[in-house]
């Protein structure tokens, strides 16, 4: 037996990707998919709303280049998505709380791949939930639009979960802990009628209008529906831009303040 | 093969402060740590203990000085796996399993020794399977240290490692810990009872208020409280000169009282009471309490501002 051999630092390697690995990926994913609460929100819940609103009277009207039942449709596919996503980008503050960032700042992992990987869990389960959305759609049989746009709408509102992400974790730092959810929940459904998600507002020269074009859900939806509506006010790209920024910048600097006293 | 044998030390921390606002938790500390060396870092709560383990795993920035571990950056040593820590409490996720715990840690070094392994030396094999959330304090606890130790780390810095653990766990815990540092991990623990640093460690750090006030082997440590403490009445005494009496290490003055912590108080007793007016002379001797207490209290570190 040899005695105490001196450890050679050199001989030590740095992980590639600053610790991105699909170990840590696939873990994550199936955490988020045996999550109860996850599954609800992601499968069940917008598909819900879309079947008890999509078939309501009016459902056959055109609406751009398709029908009423593809605009909303469309519509709740944003919303589940944007649900899922904040859901999921709360629990990186909910993480923090445990200590588990503190583990984890004791392993190669990088902070930023850290952000990245929730971002792509928060990308995949939106993903995931306007798929489900858009099945609901296919099989209900009411929306009618080209495929094409049908397809650029579904890619659309899995991008746009990106600000609702980032408000999950702005949200997940003001909030601490399962009460984030509690806001969370009720806000985005106060936004997305605000928002023009849930009920069209026709009257372009209401109060309710003009606030509803200064709330976070209002852009991201016209985006979402441009390809459908063949419209695109520059008003709603500039909510869209806006709101990421603020969110982006809320959790950046709650992220900040919290790393001083890991 | 070359043959150098020159070690870098594990830990090497040089005129590290520490200010949070207008707190100085941290007042600059000196300290070197070869490898293989077990030691405790011992000190009151609120003595700048966590603070400095902050700055070793580079949770923490120093606000003046440098720290380096195994001759690297703190987050460049953690990048490669060199340094661990295992913390009393949190640190977990409840929703995923203890194998996915280690297998998660695991991916994210270079190179870690094999999860089923790592397991089996934790003896958490059995419940590999089951949810944190439903693992007991002990299971969690075996956890933490088998993720410790997945990167085969240089350093390892435990906060009050046995913590909650019986006598028997605690002699288990402790062999396992000096078989790895015969291989040369170095590991540092911190505790505020003063038992258990002189038992398990090869080296004891006291820390109070931010400095060491002491550093040495448990006996070095123990030879400080064996000192004893003279107490007499001696009106108008003159401190500069009873401070000079060879031995002395402090002196107090209450009153017309003056206390006198001394090794040798046979000298101190033979001084007073041919030299001065001192009369009521009392000698006790000091626990190891007494001497802990001595080192990092209020009276200490008054005379080390002053």
């Known amino acids: ?262 | 093969m070359t043959t150098t044998t020159t070690t870098v030390a594990a830990v090497s921390l040089s005129g590290v402060t520490k200010e949070f606002g207008s707190v100085h938790a941290v007042r600059g500390i000196d300290l070197e740590l070869q490898q293989g060396e077990i030691v405790a870092f011992l000190g009151p709560n609120g003595a700048g203990k966590t603070t400095t383990i902050d700055m070793m795993l580079g949770l923490s920035v120093p606000t003046s000085g440098t720290a380096t571990v195994l001759g690297l950056e703190p987050r460049q040593a953690i990048a490669r796996g060199l340094v661990s820590a295992v913390m009393q409490t949190g640190g977990l996720i409840k929703d995923l399993t203890v194998r996915e715990t280690v297998q998660y840690t695991a991916s994210l070094f270079a190179d870690t020794r094999p999860v089923d392994e790592v397991l089996e030396n934790a003896g958490i094999t059995a419940i590999a399977d089951r949810k944190v959330a439903k693992c007991s304090g002990g299971e969690q606890q075996r956890l933490r240290f088998a993720m410790a130790l997945l990167s085969d780390p240089a350093l390892l810095l435990l906060d009050e490692p046995t913590t909650g653990m019986d006598v028997e766990g605690r002699r288990t815990f402790w062999s396992a810990i000096r078989r790895d540092a015969v291989r040369g991990r170095t590991v540092l623990f911190a505790t505020h009872y003063l038992e258990e640093a002189d038992q398990y460690a090869d080296r004891i750090v006291l820390i109070s208020r931010g400095r060491v006030v002491a550093d040495g082997t448990g006996s070095e440590i123990r030879a400080l409280a064996a000192g004893r403490s003279v107490r007499a009445t001696l009106p108008g005494a003159d401190t500069g000169r009873l401070a000079a009496i060879g031995g002395v290490d402090g002196v107090e003055v209450r009153g017309d009282i003056v206390v006198l912590h001394a090794k040798d108080s046979d000298a101190v007793a033979r001084y007073l009471l041919t030299e001065t007016n001192a009369r009521d002379l009392e000698i006790t001797s000091r626990g190891l309490e007494d001497a802990f207490l001595s080192l990092t209290g209020p009276t200490n570190d008054a005379g080390d501002d002053q």
């Open chain 1, 1 to 262: 037996m040899t005695t105490t051999p001196a450890i050679d630092p050199a001989m030590r390697r740095v992980p590639p990707y600053g610790g991105f690995n699909r170990t840590v990926l696939a873990i994550e994913l199936k955490r988020m998919l045996r999550n109860r609460r996850t599954i609800f929100f992601t499968l069940v819940f917008p598909a819900a709303l879309f079947f008890s609103f999509g078939g309501s009277s009016g459902w056959d009207d055109e609406a751009g280049h398709g029908n009423v039942a593809a605009y909303i449709m469309v519509s709740m596919a944003l919303y589940g998505a944007a649900l899922t996503a904040a859901s999921t980008g709360a629990m990186v503050a909910m993480e923090r709380a445990m200590g588990w960032s503190r583990q984890l700042r004791l392993t190669p992992l990088k902070p930023v791949v850290y952000i990245s990987i929730k971002a792509l869990v928060a990308l995949f389960m939106g993903a995931i939930a306007v798929t489900v959305v858009n099945i609901a759609g296919v099989v209900q049989g009411k929306p009618d639009m080209p495929v094409g746009i049908w397809v650029a709408c579904a890619a659309l509102g899995v991008l746009c979960t990106f600000v609702f992400a980032a408000l999950g974790v702005f949200v997940g730092y003001l909030v601490p802990g399962e009460n984030a959810m509690q806001i969370l929940g009720p806000g985005l459904a106060v936004l997305a009628f605000l928002g023009n998600v849930f009920i069209p507002i026709d009257d372009h020269t209401s109060l309710i209008w003009h606030i509803a074009q200064w709330t976070p859900m209002f852009g991201v939806a016209e985006i979402t529906r441009a390809p459908l509506t063949g419209e695109l006010p520059w008003y709603a790209v500039v909510n869209a831009l806006g709101w990421l920024a603020i969110f982006v910048t809320g959790a950046a600097w709650r992220m900040s303040k919290d790393t001083a006293r890991v």
